[in-house]
C-alpha cells in the first residue's frame, strides 16, 4: 500500500470512530408516515432527539426512539473509554427507504377489486460526536 493510500485510509478510519449507525428493517409503517418523524429530529442533539421522539403522539415515533437509542449503544460500545455527555452526540443523518410491500385485495363495488398496499420501510440513523468540543 502507498503512503497517501495508508494516510487516506488512516483519516477514514479517524473519522469512522466518531460515528455509530443502527438500521430497522422492513417496519410495518408507510415511509411517508416515518418521514414525517425522521424530520422532527434530523440535526438535532440526541438528549433532545429522544424527548422529541419521547413526547410526540405518532405511532411511527415509538419505533424511531428505540433505534436512536440503539445507535447511542452501539456508539458506547464502540468508544467504550469516552463518555456520552462530553461527547456532545447528535443525529448526523436518517434515512427512510421503501421497503417491500405487501399487496391485497379488498372488494369493491359492481364485483370489482381494489388494490391494498400494505407499504413498509427501512430506516437507517447516524449518530456522530461533536469533534469540536473534544479537542
Known amino acids: 500500500m502507498g503512503s497517501r493510500k495508508k494516510q ?24 411517508r408516515k416515518m418521514r414525517l418523524v425522521a424530520d422532527l429530529v434530523r ?5 433532545m ?12 415515533s415509538r419505533r424511531l426512539e428505540k433505534l436512536v437509542l440503539s445507535a447511542i449503544a452501539n456508539w458506547q ?11 456532545d452526540l447528535f443525529v448526523k443523518e436518517i434515512r427512510v427507504d421503501g421497503g417491500a410491500m405487501l399487496k391485497r385485495l379488498r372488494p369493491a363495488p359492481q364485483g370489482r377489486a381494489h388494490r391494498i398496499r400494505k407499504r413498509s420501510n427501512h430506516v ?3 449518530i456522530g460526536a461533536n469533534n469540536n468540543t473534544q479537542a
Open 8 to 31: 487516506m485510509a488512516d483519516a477514514i478510519k479517524e473519522e469512522k470512530k466518531h460515528i455509530a449507525f443502527a438500521k430497522l428493517n422492513n417496519c410495518p409503517t408507510s415511509p
Open 43 to 47: 440535526g438535532q442533539k440526541a438528549e
Open 49 to 60: 432527539a429522544l424527548n422529541i421522539l419521547r413526547f410526540s403522539p405518532k405511532e411511527a
Open 77 to 87: 460500545a464502540k468508544n467504550e473509554d469516552a463518555s456520552i455527555e462530553d461527547a
Open 124 to 126: 437507517t440513523v447516524v
